[in-house]
Structure formats: structure tokens, C-alpha cells
């Protein structure tokens, strides 16, 4: 049985509730805190810790992590520095890279910004479920992923 048709028809059903999320999400964060959704993306993974095997998160994990390039990630790790709400020095173990330290003001904007992000997807959910969106998809939405 070819299930390709099924597959995409999901797969575009999947696409459209990301986008109809993604774009709650960024204008809560940006009403609220000032952030664009990238930026709240790098804090979090930087409060997350995402590293290298030597505990340590270089230029391109970051930019892996937030789907930027690295040109793009080194201007977004700029503009989080003249915010106040990351630091960056000369890392010791390595002169040519950069330590990243998230600032007080950083972490409070995550601690809200985690309540905005999870009330923007709850919202973004209602709005698709009254629209008749796919019920698969928005029950895995409602259930944790997955029930993880």
C-alpha cells in the first residue's frame, strides 16, 4: 500500500501548525519581552547548556541549534550582548573561541518567556482545534510529546 499521498498530505498538516505556532509564539515574545523568537531560542539553548563533548558550545552548535548560519548567529550573539543579556570573554581553553554567559536579566526573561511560550502554544492549539485542524496531530500537541 503506497502511503506517500497520506505522508505529505501530514507532513503539510504538520508544516501549517508549526508556522500558525512559530508565529504566536514570536509576537507574544516580542509584545512582552522585546524578543524575536531566535533570540529566545539562543537564550535557550544557551541556559540548556547544549555543548560539545568538552562542555563547551562553539559558534556553530549555536547556530545549529537556532537554524541560523554562522554569519547570522555571530550578529544575533551581538545584538544578545548589547542587550545586557548575555556576556561573552576570551574562552581560556581556547584563545580563538568565546565563553557565553547568560546575564540575571537573560534568565528572568526566560523564566517568562517559558510561562508566554506554553500559554502562545496552548492558545495556538484552541484556535486549530475550533478550526477543525488535524486531530492527530494537535492530541500529540496536548499530550507532553507524545506522552513523554
Given at each position: 500500500m503506497n502511503q506517500g499521498p497520506a505522508l505529505i498530505t501530514r507532513w503539510k498538516a504538520l508544516h501549517h501548525l508549526h508556522g500558525r505556532i512559530e508565529n504566536v509564539m514570536a509576537r507574544r515574545l516580542h509584545d512582552d519581552l522585546?524578543?524575536?523568537?531566535?533570540e529566545f531560542q539562543a537564550l535557550t539553548v544557551l541556559q540548556e547548556g547544549t555543548a560539545t563533548a568538552h562542555g563547551w558550545l562553539y559558534l556553530q552548535d549555536l547556530a545549529a541549534e537556532v537554524g541560523l548560519s554562522?554569519?547570522?548567529?555571530?550578529?544575533l550573539v551581538a545584538r544578545?550582548?548589547?542587550?545586557?543579556?548575555i556576556t561573552t570573554s576570551t574562552a581560556a581553553h581556547d584563545?580563538?573561541?568565546?565563553?557565553?554567559?547568560?546575564?540575571?536579566?537573560?534568565?528572568?526573561?526566560?523564566?517568562?518567556?517559558?510561562?508566554?511560550?506554553?500559554?502562545?502554544?496552548?492558545?495556538?492549539?484552541?484556535?486549530?482545534?475550533?478550526?477543525?485542524?488535524d486531530r492527530d496531530l494537535l492530541r500529540y500537541l496536548r499530550s507532553d510529546g507524545g506522552g513523554r
Open positions: 522585546g524578543l524575536s523568537l531566535r554562522q554569519s547570522a548567529t555571530s550578529r544578545l550582548e548589547s542587550r545586557a543579556l584563545r580563538r573561541s568565546v565563553d557565553v554567559h547568560l546575564t540575571p536579566l537573560a534568565r528572568e526573561a526566560l523564566h517568562r518567556g517559558a510561562s508566554l511560550v506554553h500559554e502562545a502554544v496552548r492558545h495556538a492549539v484552541e484556535i486549530l482545534t475550533a478550526e477543525g485542524a
